[in-house]
């Protein structure tokens, strides 16, 4: 079990001032029962009241069955009246023992018959409660065993009709505690076979009350082939329970504080948002680099042998290139020296060249 508040306090303060830590055993535990970053499938801890018939009894054998393995459920009577204080405390501890952030408590008095109070927890404290009356109910042994039942740990599609779910705050509420309840481990992605039931709740009006009810109708999917010989096979639903009808008698939702401090997430994961990023229209991420104005004539980079033996071949190549021009430009010249003298420029160097020799 999980410990307390004031149990993982005692155990802190002591472990401050200098006292024995706890085993390895201990502490593997204790890390388990400690916040994550993320969150697992919550557990339910199903519980009856001061009085609970045995109607209401098989309510909480059907709801265990429905959420199983993600629930507990206690056989033991328990004195708690959910919005007492003393309630409250009794059903935080409860939970708090039980390692349990959902708990759905059952009763049954003259006042209030066929009661059901489902709730949810925040940092070992009750967030929200409410109270449901239960007017008609179907269990899974009402339907003889015939309708296959739901895999372990699949997860349900759940359908709300009505607009009270959207336009009234204390049915969204309702609608979001409803969710939480049923929606079991959290998933990235969904294989088509996991989804074998689906769970509608429909908003209507009571004729009697005036209050309204709140139709609970769950199905099995059967999926079948496509007769139109598409790939994606077709669900056929069959009525398998629990169906129940049931009105809301008493809420007791969040102060805006600390439900505002129960939807906070922690920077760890929130993803840190980049910049310069765009995707075009082919999914391509684009990024853009901001750098000052570079001199590209100053930068001195690496030399390997390869770019030496480049630059040598390079530098003579341009010398050949130079001296085959030079040869061109003194073959035109001596054709212009040989138009205008009628001889050519070589000759009248070799005489000179003698006449310097025969003079020494």
Not at 65 to 84: E, G, H, R, S, W
Not at 326 to 333: A, C, H, I, N, V
Request: charged content about 30%; proline content about 4%.
């Amino acid at each position: 079990m999980a410990p307390t508040n004031q149990q993982a306090k005692a155990a802190r303060a002591k472990q401050l001032a200098g006292g024995k830590a706890p085993k390895a055993k201990v502490q593997r535990y204790l890390k388990t029962t400690e916040t994550k970053l993320v969150e697992t499938a919550r557990s339910c801890l199903l519980l009856k009241g001061i009085r609970c018939s045995q109607s209401m009894g098989t309510v909480l054998k059907d709801l265990r069955a429905v959420l199983q393995p993600n629930c507990k459920l206690m056989n033991k009577k328990n004195a708690i009246t959910a919005f007492d204080t003393q309630g409250q405390q009794s059903l935080e501890f409860l939970s708090t023992k039980n390692d349990c952030s959902l708990f759905c408590m059952a009763s049954h008095n003259k006042k209030r018959p066929n009661n059901l109070v489902l709730g949810r927890t925040f940092d070992r404290q009750i967030l929200d409660m409410v109270e449901l009356g239960i007017v008609r109910y179907k269990s899974l042994a009402d339907y003889g065993g015939q309708v296959a039942k739901k895999r372990i740990g699949s997860k349900p599609l759940m359908l709300f009709c009505g607009d009270l779910w959207t336009t009234s705050g204390e049915y969204s509420k309702l609608q979001n505690l409803l969710i939480d309840f049923y929606k079991g481990d959290p998933v990235d992605k969904l294989v088509i076979s996991g989804v074998d039931h689906i769970m509608v709740f429909t908003i209507a009006a009571a004729a009697s009350e005036g209050l309204p009810l709140v139709h609970q109708r769950t199905y099995f999917v059967q999926l079948k082939k496509d007769p139109s010989g598409g790939t994606t096979p077709v669900p056929l639903l069959e009525s398998c329970g629990p169906d129940m009808d049931f009105s809301v008698r008493r809420t007791q939702m969040a102060s805006p504080e600390l439900w505002k401090a129960s939807l906070k997430q922690p920077l760890a994961i929130k993803s840190k948002k980049k910049k310069n990023h765009t995707t075009n229209i082919f999914g391509e991420t684009i990024g853009r680099l901001h750098l000052e104005k570079q001199d590209i004539d100053k930068l001195q980079g690496r030399k390997s042998k390869a770019l030496r033996r480049a630059d040598k071949i390079s530098k003579e190549e341009e010398k050949k290139a130079l001296e085959s021009e030079l040869g061109q430009e003194r073959q035109e010249m001596g054709q212009e020296f040989k138009q205008h003298y009628g001889f050519e420029e070589e000759e009248t160097e070799r005489k000179r060249g003698g006449k310097k020799a025969a003079k020494k």
